[in-house]
């Protein structure tokens, strides 16, 4: 009886520790970082998915009946602009002069928990909405909320790498001719 009891309390005490080292094995990392923020590799996932859903989770909620342009941080990689696009499988990279754009500003990711920072155009001045996810090592991130905050922000500055919209366009640029 005593060798049952010690068996289940064992087997209830690792089935707990497995629990939190799988929640808890996503570190905490920030795209773009700031000082003293943990850096993140913006090309390494989940952090192209999160930008992907982020935006057409935000673009669903505010603007659904306007073309999704997108924008994503300055300096993201073309890999992660073309792998974005293709998660997104609508819409297209922004290009210099477009006015109604979704921009990722940026991903907070911290155990089974992440925030992405969209700006987003609404009655012709841009805001910041925070689409916030849950998830895990074991489980994709799901958007669960769109929290808007009420507050003005510069129109977004195109970050679009050439390469990409050459993809996109089907053109090439001098160095691939």
Request: no cysteine.
């Given at each position: 009886m005593r060798k049952q009891i010690l068996i289940k309390a064992l087997s209830f005490t690792a089935a707990i520790a497995v629990a939190l080292s799988i929640s808890g094995c996503t570190a905490t990392m920030t795209y773009p970082e700031y000082e003293g923020a943990p850096k993140a590799d913006p090309s390494l996932q989940p952090m192209p998915n999160l930008m992907a859903d982020a935006?057409?989770?935000a673009h669903?909620?505010?603007?659904p009946e306007q073309e999704l342009v997108f924008n994503l941080p300055p300096t993201t990689p073309v890999q992660v602009w073309r792998g974005v696009a293709k998660r997104l499988g609508i819409g297209r990279p922004m290009t210099a002069g477009d006015t109604l754009v979704w921009s990722v500003r940026q991903v907070r990711l911290s155990g089974g928990r992440a925030e992405?920072?969209?700006v987003y155009p609404?009655?012709?001045?841009y805001q910041i909405a925070t689409v916030h996810f849950v998830g895990?090592?074991?489980?994709p991130f799901y958007p669960s909320m769109l929290q808007l905050w009420l507050v003005p922000v510069p129109a977004p500055t195109c970050n679009t790498p050439l390469a990409v919209?050459?993809?996109v366009t089907g053109q090439a640029t001098p160095a691939q001719q």
């Open positions: 935006l057409k989770f669903q909620r505010t603007a992405v920072d969209v609404t009655n012709g001045i895990s090592t074991a489980q919209l050459d993809s």
